[in-house]
């Protein structure tokens, strides 16, 4: 069983930046395939963001590309979601995804066994 925690959201302004993270427990992080997704009010949970824990490669929604950053520190079962230039558009529940497969990204919801509570973000116009 694995367990994830979300943190760092908030309330910010067009263009400022915000982190999120999201700590992991009941498995080695490294044994994990991660995601963030996010789901605004009214519309589906969409993906964001995934990376492969050991390695560090990445692939981002066209959405999340050039602004948000996903990353990790593996030491600490921890995910991160650093997100620049944000926008009105960019507010949504902000939720991590895991599944125990190691080396794999996955862009599908379905794909993903595990997800935290989700962390409201909202960006004022």
């Known amino acids: 069983q694995v367990q994830l925690v979300e943190s760092g959201g908030g309330l910010v302004q067009a263009g400022d930046s915000l982190r999120l993270s999201c700590a992991a427990s009941g498995r080695t992080f490294s044994t994990l395939a991660v995601g963030w997704f996010r789901q605004a009010p009214g519309k589906e949970r969409e993906f964001v963001a995934t990376?492969?824990?050991?390695?560090?490669?990445?692939y981002y929604a066209d959405s999340a590309k050039g602004r948000f950053t996903i990353s990790s520190d593996n030491a600490k079962n921890t995910l991160f979601l650093q997100m620049y230039s944000l926008k009105p558009e960019d507010t949504a529940v902000y939720y991590c995804?895991?599944?125990?497969?190691?080396?794999?990204?996955?862009?599908?919801?379905?794909?993903?066994?595990?997800w935290g509570q989700g962390t409201q973000v909202t960006v004022s116009s």
């Open positions: 990376m492969r824990p050991i390695g560090g490669a990445t």
């Open positions: 995804a895991a599944r125990t497969d190691t080396g794999l990204m996955y862009t599908a919801i379905t794909r993903y066994d595990y």
